[in-house]
Each structure stands twice: as structure tokens, then as C-alpha cells.
């Protein structure tokens, strides 16, 4: 079996999915989860002769709001980074002969 080789523009957009991809989950997960389970008061309403419940407040970790800009900032940094490397490793001579190979530069 072949190993995969990713080129430096496929790991930096694997980096930035991942890093979504995880914030995206943490809040969907805390969707999920019951009301009931959460335990936080309920408001209560008439509405066309049925008693309708609705939380007051969704709960959110303090830490949640905190990842959800870190994370990504991290991996839009992590990103650069790699696509700068790409760059810095590259002498002004190897520019053209990659432009002219279809950009593989191995």
C-alpha cells in the first residue's frame, strides 16, 4: 500500500476543516442534549388549548464561546504556516519550473 503524500495547499485546507468541523461539533452536541437534562427553568405557555414548555436560556459552557474563536484562529494560523513554509523553502529559480509542471513540486 501507497502512502499518501498531501501536497502543502491539501494539508492547510485539512487543517481549517478539522478545526471547523470540531467547533461545528461541540455546539451541535450541546444542542442535542435534552432540555430536561440540562435542568434550567421553564417557561410555560397556552397556546391553542395545549401547555407548551420552553427553556429560558440555552446553558453554554463558559469555556464554549472561548474555543469557538480560538480553535479556529489557531488553525487559520497553524494554515499560514504551512503555506509559508511552502514558500519560504522555494528559491526564486523553482517558481517557474513548478508553474510549468502543473504545481507539483516533488
Known amino acids: 500500500m501507497t502512502p499518501i503524500e498531501l501536497s502543502d495547499r491539501e494539508k492547510a485546507v485539512a487543517i481549517l476543516t478539522g478545526t471547523t468541523l470540531f467547533v461545528a461539533g ?4 450541546l444542542m442535542l442534549v435534552p432540555d430536561a437534562a440540562l435542568d434550567v427553568p421553564k417557561t410555560t405557555e397556552m397556546r391553542d388549548g395545549t401547555l407548551q414548555y420552553h427553556v429560558r436560556y440555552l446553558p453554554v459552557p463558559s469555556y464554549l464561546p472561548v474555543l469557538s474563536v ?37
Open 70 to 106: 480560538a480553535i479556529p484562529a489557531i488553525g487559520v494560523w497553524f494554515a499560514y504556516q504551512v503555506l509559508r513554509a511552502d514558500r519560504d523553502d522555494r528559491a526564486d529559480g523553482d517558481l517557474e519550473s513548478v508553474a510549468t509542471d502543473g504545481g507539483d513540486d516533488r
Open 26 to 29: 461541540m455546539w451541535a452536541g
